[in-house]
């Protein structure tokens, strides 16, 4: 399964001589698969996915069952203002050998962490923090909204 994703980033660009000190370093394991295609991605515009594709890896990782597109914007846009509908759907297709993909009643896409060692990886390697309570923040103020209904 490495080798396939190995040689799909190698064909799609991701792992380059530039990326790559020496074909001797290409990535053992899928911890060192996920490291090296973490750095490949913030190698491209490190601006751009911190506030970008950083927040939606995250919350697809906080998430604990799949999420539709809209919702990962939803939860996103308080504190990351520059994530859009657009964003979301090009990082999920950015991502696709770590998402299960599905279709929800309504027509959204469904996505979630198919390995849940990346999401391992994500917590050991990068941190997470602040996104967890990013996704309760937007519930609660969700629950405050629907409290102001009734």
């Known amino acids: 399964m490495n080798l396939e994703h190995v040689l ?5 660009g991701w792992i380059t001589a530039d990326t790559l ?4 370093y290409l990535p ?11 750095r490949a991605m913030r190698k491209a515009d490190l601006s751009q ?10 919350i697809l990782a906080t998430a604990s069952e799949p999420v539709s597109t809209p919702q990962i914007v939803e939860w996103t ?26 279709i929800s009643e309504d027509g959204n896409v469904l996505s979630r962490l198919y390995h849940l ?6 917590q050991a ?3 997470m923090s602040g996104y967890h309570s990013g996704v309760a923040m937007s519930a609660l103020r969700k629950i405050g909204t629907e ?4």
């Open 117 to 122: 060692s990346f999401r391992d990886f994500l």
């Open 21 to 24: 000190d020496r074909v001797g």
């Open 49 to 58: 996915f911190r506030n970008e594709s950083e927040p939606v890896i995250f």
């Open 125 to 127: 390697k990068v941190g």
């Open 8 to 12: 799909r980033d190698i064909r799609d």
């Open 77 to 102: 846009s308080s504190y990351w203002p520059d994530v859009q509908l657009g964003t979301v759907r090009h990082m999920v297709k950015l991502c696709r050998e770590f998402l299960h993909k599905g």
């Open 28 to 38: 053992i394991g899928l911890t060192e698969y996920y490291r090296t295609h973490w």
């Open 147 to 150: 409290a102001e209904k009734i």
